[in-house]
Nanobody, 118 residues
């Protein structure tokens, strides 16, 4: 089955930076993006990016996180700056199967853990 693969998670200090990568098996024609789930909390949509490159972010990460997409190399990235302890979570990437995000039928990765602590 179609599957994405995340990498780049780890332990960073508050105020630090980290880049997460998401490798796709094919060139997806629709939107992609990132979710995160912190311990004891519901899954949160971090942000999305369309095939045209238009991005949208959760208020909690605006100005600090940036999603980019390398279509030619089937890659998706999440650049994380000025990290805070509340950013600690497991981050997962997804690829939509049609225009308009529908998590019920999207493709997913296994997730990568990010821990922000001093």
């Amino acid at each position: 089955q179609v599957q994405l693969k995340e990498s780049g998670g780890g332990l960073v200090e508050p105020g630090g930076s980290l880049r997460l990568s998401c490798e796709a098996p094919v060139n997806f024609a629709y939107g992609m993006g990132w979710y995160r789930q912190a311990p004891g909390k519901q899954r949160e949509l971090v942000g999305t990016i369309t095939i045209e490159g238009e991005t949208n972010y959760a208020d909690s990460v605006k100005g600090r996180f940036t999603i980019t997409r390398d279509i030619d190399n089937y890659m998706l990235y999440l650049h994380m700056d000025n990290l805070k302890p509340e950013d600690t979570a497991v981050y997962s990437c997804f690829a939509d199967r049609a225009r308009g995000h529908n998590p019920e039928i999207a493709y997913w990765g296994q997730g990568t853990r990010v821990t922000v602590s001093s």
